[in-house]
């Protein structure tokens, strides 16, 4: 009985009072940057498959003009993703970088990553940029994308960390 009441004063109690330490938003954040990490990476290396794993069924995009695409189907994320790599491909692009990378956990299972992505030709010259905004949402303990947002680089949100009383506040700007 002793154990009980002693995991329940040390570990649950804190949590349901909001005490509990913060390194779970932490490593929710690490990880959900490493996630884009690899997407990216696997974005321009891996086979359709590949990439389909890193995407939530469904699966939406926005375009600049407001226009939304819904992806809904396994069958219909691989289409969507073999059109991208074709037409990247006869543009001359070779891989891709960020060039800014904001990732925010906003719960231990939801985050959001906004991007300004470099088109890289095969001698590493810039192509193109894009600004990219993904909200992430973590599923059977892997994250995923749920929503790509395409947007003029300019627009690209980053986050400021200011301490304040040894705490922190993140400014989404």
Known sequence: MRVVCRYLF????????????????????????AFMEEYLSTFDTGHAGDIMALYNDPFFMIAPSGDVRAFETKKGIR???????????????????????????????????????ERLDEVGKLLTKIGA??????????????????????????????????TKRYIIV
């Open 10 to 33: 040390v570990l649950v109690l804190p949590m349901l009072l909001g005490l509990a330490p913060q390194s779970a938003k932490a490593d929710s954040h690490g990880d959900a940057t």
């Open 79 to 117: 289409k969507a993703i073999r059109g991208w790599k074709f037409y990247m491909k006869k543009g001359g692009v070779v891989s891709s970088r960020y060039g800014e990378l904001n990732v925010r956990a906003l719960s231990d299972d939801t985050a959001i990553a906004s991007a300004v992505v």
């Open 133 to 166: 905004t993904y909200n992430l949402r973590r599923e059977s303990g892997k994250w995923k994308i749920f929503i790509i947002q395409l947007h003029d680089v300019d627009t690209n949100f980053s986050c400021l960390v200011i301490s304040h009383d040894n």
